[in-house]
């Protein structure tokens, strides 16, 4: 019996041009493969209010994983599914993590099919350009606090992300590891080197829980990936079959079964007119 498979591939670094745009012949690409039948999706740790614009135009019938598999987005009804909400005590210990570290980052919220990200202040010039960058190109609403604590709904938040140098955030490691009911991912900012994007979440999401969850339930029986950074492991430990982009990081493409052309070059969809529909 043939196999359904079902193509994930990430956003940025790997779909995405160094800009952070999907070209016109990755858009005209996917749109043509999947009109044929292809079944495409894309698991990402940007948030839905940068991940819509920049798929605006590409037609995808099946959800998005975003925030690193903390939930699923329908792109076309505009509504989140299967959202892992951090559990009572991780939000109380991660905010004594930032209270006693002085690290200032983004909580994000869902509620109501609504994302709204808080924050404290930002104490990198990073960390400024990023959201600055959120709101210009994309209008994200971010909305200061003089403390997380003052979340309107704490058991609606998602997902906490922070940039700084791995000077600042490597002696903090152990202590995030001990954080319950919570994991992270740690890999290197691609649009800023030497800055390292630190992403807290709830124990149970991942790409690999969000990716599976996502081919379970809609009948797939086989997941071809598609990658660049280490954040793209637990996608990669789903996937039947792993492509790494030329411009991976070297421990994604030591897992990977294949490499395929860099971002700058259209790798993933030049790969999918080869082999896939």
Known sequence: MRKKTLYLSDLDGTLLMPDASLSPFSRQCLNELIRQGLSFSCATARTAASAVPILDGLFLPLPVILLNGSCLFDLRTKRYEAVHYLHADAFAALL????ESGIHGFFHTIENDTLCTYYTKTDTPIAAAYMQDRIKRYHKRFIPLSDPAEIPNTHAVVYFTYTNT???????????????HLRYEYYEDVYHPGFQYLEIFAASASK?????YLAQSRGFTRIVAFGDNKNDLPLFAAADYKIAV??????????????CSANTQNGV???LLAHAV
Do not use: F, G, T
């Open 166 to 180: 791995a000077q600042k955030l490597d002696p903090l490691l152990p202590r995030i590891q001990a954080l319950p």
């Open 246 to 259: 030329e411009n991976a990081v070297p421990a994604l493409q030591a897992c990977a079964d294949e490499l």
């Open 208 to 212: 690999y829980s969000a990716s599976r």
């Open 96 to 99: 004594s993590l930032c209270q």
């Open 269 to 271: 969809c030049r790969w």
